[in-house]
């Protein structure tokens, strides 16, 4: 499997017998799950949602937006149990209109799971746990 190092966004490929979570880059040495999710940006977008292979999860949100920030501690604790399954990254639509603008984001939040370039799920509006998780469980 290839996987983009969230640090320096180098792609890795893992052996699928490697244990996942203590795997670290080949090129700046870092881990490459952390347990979190990571800023996504023009710079390391394709990286993590076209040329790696694990599914990316992607929440767009805005720091103005009440049920972004409601929606925020399920995000993370999805990101520290699931990973290293998924990668979850998180897309600021202010700071990223570029990438807002790509994928026609019109309300937020709005969630999107990307494998290899593909939009494979695409959810508007924030979910409770429990079904954020089984949303993510569709994906075989």
């Known amino acids: 499997m290839i996987v983009a ?14 244990e996942a979570t ?4 080949g090129i700046c ?21 076209e040329k790696a292979e694990l599914p990316l999860v992607i929440d767009f949100w805005a720091s103005w937006c009440g049920p972004c920030r ?24 202010e700071q990223q209109q570029r990438l807002a603008a790509r994928f026609a984001i019109r309300s937020i939040p709005t969630l999107m799971v990307i494998k290899q370039g593909k939009i494979v799920m695409q959810q508007a509006g924030s979910l409770p746990k429990t079904q954020f998780y ?3 469980n569709q994906i075989a």
């Open 5 to 18: 190092c969230p640090h320096c966004a180098a792609l890795n490929r893992l052996p699928p017998a490697r």
């Open 22 to 25: 203590t795997a670290k880059c």
């Open 29 to 49: 040495k870092k881990p490459l799950f952390m347990a979190t999710p990571l800023d996504l940006t023009d710079a390391n977008f394709a990286a993590h949602a």
């Open 70 to 93: 409601n929606f925020a501690p399920i995000f993370n604790q999805a990101a520290a149990e699931l990973e290293p399954r998924f990668r979850f990254g998180k897309i600021d639509t």
């Open 134 to 136: 089984q949303w993510l």
